[in-house]
């Protein structure tokens, strides 16, 4: 059967066939779709609103919008078929669904306008924006301060990639430890949480008045973080006896007392809520030396002062490393 319209083309349905079917939709196919890039970081900005993970989705999506059907019931569906930010094309096939009538598949081509703009993140991080300080400090000796750091960067990388508002805009070393300025408040605030987990650690939270912005005052925040010197290889008093640290985990202790015997372990709340006290951070390094075996004990010497004692336990080299304060020796 032949359209009823053109009388050329096989009818599809209502007596029209597919091209008279698709000019009685009034449908108007868009020339060009404009497209802004930024040429720091390749984010798209279409429909005024930039996408940072440059999905063609976003660009169906926003063709889409500019494809326009006479015939309220009908509805259009965009996929992409090709790309070319070069040859400033695109070519996609608009799926066409007439319900009760026909659905049909048009492939188009269209030129694509593109401008070379430097989004919103990439003028913060070039101007190094930023909402919130971070500071790494620690008690003593600078004891945690790198591990710190290090926790700092690989944690926030994890979620760095997926919210473009996220993003560390500098890391200052001082004396006194690390700043790290940070382009988001909310991932400082979260960050500053992942390490007192990870950590021992204070906060102190402070805020300045730094302008206004969107009509409203703004301020920067300062998540002050103190190493409490709680780290592997510290002599502290617990509960009136010493021991050493032997681990430190997200939510536990475990600590060794003087002379070999099996260690403990103790929530690190508990602990940081006891009348602890750290003796000593960087205690003294011995290498003692293995002067008899016996079963589940071994006798060993200090080469600095001579002594010779029994440590309970079982060492099957000769030297025996140990840290030694105050007359007393722990052991790994």
């Not at 010493?242 to 002379?259: H, Q």
């Not at 015997?261 to 009348?275: A, H, P, T, Y």
């Not at 200090?302 to 002594?307: E, G, I």
């Amino acid at each position: 059967m032949k359209c009823v319209k053109c009388g050329i083309r096989d009818a599809l349905a209502r007596g029209l066939c597919r091209e008279c079917l698709i000019d009685s939709l009034h449908i108007e196919f868009p020339q060009s779709l404009d497209l802004q890039i930024c040429p720091k970081c390749g984010a798209r900005k279409l429909k005024n609103r930039w996408e940072y993970n440059r999905s063609d989705a976003s660009i169906a999506k926003a063709l889409e919008s500019k494809i326009h059907a006479g015939e309220r019931d009908a509805s259009i569906h965009v996929d992409m078929d090709s790309i070319s930010i070069e040859r400033r094309s695109a070519s996609y096939s608009a799926k066409i669904d007439w319900p009760g009538v026909a659905q049909m598949e048009v492939p188009g081509t269209i030129e694509l306008v593109v401008s070379r703009i430097s989004c919103p993140q990439c003028n913060k991080l070039t101007g190094s924006y930023y909402e919130a300080i971070l500071q790494l400090r620690s008690v003593s000796e600078k004891i945690g301060l790198e591990e710190m750091l290090q926790f700092s960067t690989k944690a926030f990388s994890r979620y760095e990639s997926i919210e473009r508002g996220s993003f560390i805009s500098k890391v200052e070393k001082k004396d006194e430890g690390y700043d790290i300025y940070m382009g988001n408040n909310s991932d400082a605030k979260k960050l500053a949480s992942l390490i007192q987990d990870r950590f021992s650690t204070s906060l102190k939270v402070s805020k300045t008045l730094a302008g206004r912005k969107n009509g409203e005052d703004f301020y920067r925040y300062t998540y002050s973080l103190r190493h409490l010197g709680i780290s592997k290889g510290a002599v502290v008093s617990y509960r009136g006896s010493p021991y050493i640290i032997l681990e430190v985990t997200s939510g536990r202790l475990k600590l060794a007392p003087p002379g070999g015997s099996q260690g403990i372990s103790v929530m690190k709340k508990e602990f940081l809520n006891s009348d602890y006290q750290v003796l000593a951070i960087l205690p003294e390094h011995r290498d003692l030396i293995v002067v008899s075996r016996r079963e589940e004990e071994t006798e060993v010497m200090d080469p600095v002062t001579y002594s010779v004692f029994t440590v309970r336990r079982k060492e099957a080299s000769d030297v025996v490393h140990a840290s030694c304060f105050n007359d007393q020796y722990f052991f790994d």
